[in-house]
């Protein structure tokens, strides 16, 4: 009779369960739960519908800075009654928080039902159900990665741009940086998987790829080819239908000049750059092992625009890591100031439990505010000054969907090549994923204004995909994961005794 009512059981499509995963943190993260949402795909998940209550609640979760613990914490109390009340919901909880403080997760939040960390992503389907039958909390972390997160299959949110993964982990040992720890040594894939993946991606019309790694420059070490990043910005950039390429973080300890050169002569590689400076203070900077000194992070910057002038490039700046003194603050905006960044992230110490730099003694929170406040100044200054050298130009925009707050009913978002942010004039047929030509009219402080009529437009796959409600995906491998709803029948076998 068992056999029977498992065999009578609605199909797979009737019982279904509906997936929402919330990100938070870096494009790593973000990559990630591309990857979160793959598996769940495959293992016969369906995604939520907006303002619906999904079944699974995945946050993937990021621990850079102490307020990430608490907007968890806060997030996963405000979903305790919605749980309550939705028999059979599940929470699970993944990524850099959940690797940093794992069991304490469900002794914090016991109506969590999954904990998995960074190097366990392909285990979620199989913890979700695991919980599911046993009815208790599953939390499940590995030390060491467990399998590449990109052999896991993806779903993609774009039909235009898609991260690919180059490397995870990393062997920089920064006294302020927990990642370390949370993500493990660096691994890098072999530069003929990251080709196949971007060249499943460009068939399916994606025309810009970024390509992600915690130190990208130090790619190619674990296979013992330094020159092994350069090699593959030239390879990347000529798949054909890759007609943008970019990369992020690179370091400025192993960022060398042919990679430079790499940029500057591959057409498909962007001129934009992210290059992390921290601080512009040389103490400051040995007591972070951040090894290299302003002066040579200078001439990096010096050496790309001999070869791309017009490159734009952004930065993360922290101030008030301890130990800084005014003199050392101010060798930070002089650097600032030397290095006309199109942008910055600039943050004020925040102390991670783990790290070198946790146990030394903080500055005082006024005078953190103070030079925050003065350094958010200059670069405000710098980056609308540099925004104002682009009115009259004609650029190239990549049209996105949902990038500006500015997007309104005859206003359409995009990015120029150097990835600056363009708000331009809505016009018929022109669809997320197409590219247009348009001249700047005026700038904000951190965007560009084209008003007037687009100059050109070429239609593109991805724009086809977008209009037809398709977006790429990337298959992985599988691993034997479970699928949702009612088991098959297990076989027959002898009973005991």
């Not at 009512?5 to 990630?32: F, I, K, W």
């Not at 806060?74 to 699970?92: E, F, R, S, Y």
Request: with cysteine; proline share 7%.
């Amino acid at each position: 009779m068992i056999g029977a009512d498992l065999r009578a059981a609605p199909t797979l499509e009737a019982v279904s369960r509906t997936y929402e995963v919330r990100t938070y943190g870096c494009q790593m993260n973000v990559h990630d739960s591309e990857r979160i949402s793959g598996l769940l795909d495959a293992a016969g998940y369906v995604p939520a519908q907006p303002e619906s209550t999904p079944d699974v609640v995945v946050f993937n979760t990021c621990a850079v800075r102490e307020n990430a613990d608490n907007r968890l914490y806060g997030n996963l109390g405000h979903l305790k009654p919605v749980k309550d009340a939705t028999p059979g919901m599940q929470i699970a909880v993944g990524g850099c928080l959940a690797q940093k403080d794992q069991g304490l997760i469900t002794t914090k939040a016991p109506w969590v039902d999954v904990v998995f960390g960074t190097h366990n992503v392909g285990s979620l389907p199989v913890l979700l159900e695991r919980a599911r039958v046993e009815q208790s909390a599953q939390v499940e972390l590995l030390e060491s990665l467990e399998v590449f997160p990109s052999t896991l299959p993806a779903r993609r949110e774009s039909t235009y741009s898609a991260w690919v993964s180059i490397s995870v982990g990393c062997d920089n040992t920064c006294t302020f940086c927990i990642v370390p720890s949370l993500r493990g040594k660096e691994e890098d894939r072999r530069p003929g998987d990251v080709l196949r993946e971007v060249e499943v991606l460009a068939a399916q019309g994606v025309l810009e790829v970024t390509l992600l790694g915690q130190n990208v420059n130090s790619y190619g070490r674990s296979f013992g080819d330094r020159g092994a990043f350069g090699k593959l910005l030239r390879a990347v950039g000529a798949v054909p239908g890759i007609e943008r390429v970019r990369f992020t973080s690179p370091h400025p300890r192993d960022f060398t000049d042919d990679v430079i050169t790499a940029m500057a002569e591959t057409p498909a590689v962007c001129p934009s750059l992210h290059m992390p400076l921290q601080s512009g203070s040389d103490a400051v900077l040995k007591a972070m092992l951040r090894s290299y000194r302003s002066e040579r992070f200078l001439g990096i910057l010096s050496r790309v625009r001999e070869q791309l002038p017009d490159a734009a490039i952004t930065t993360d700046v922290i101030v008030g890591f301890p130990g800084e003194t005014d003199a050392d603050f101010d060798d930070t905006l002089r650097v600032v100031e030397q290095s006309r960044f199109a942008g910055a992230f600039t943050f004020q110490y925040s102390p991670r439990p783990g790290t070198p730099a946790a146990d030394l003694p903080p500055l005082p929170k006024a005078v953190v505010q103070e030079r925050y406040e003065r350094l958010v100044e200059l670069q405000d200054r710098i980056s609308y000054e540099g925004m104002q050298a682009q009115v009259g130009r004609t650029l190239e925009v990549l049209v996105s969907q949902g990038e500006g707050r500015k997007d309104a009913p005859g206003r359409l978002t995009g990015r120029a090549r150097d990835n600056r942010l363009v708000h331009l004039a809505a016009t018929d047929g022109v669809r997320p994923g197409d590219l247009v030509e348009t001249a700047v009219t005026r700038a904000g402080p951190h965007y560009l204004v084209a008003d007037g009529a687009v100059l050109s437009h070429r239609r593109t796959a991805a724009g086809d995909a977008w209009e037809g409600g398709r977006t790429p995906s990337t298959p992985g491998v599988s691993l034997g994961m479970p699928s949702v709803g009612i088991p098959a029948p297990l076989p027959l076998v002898p009973a005991c005794g």
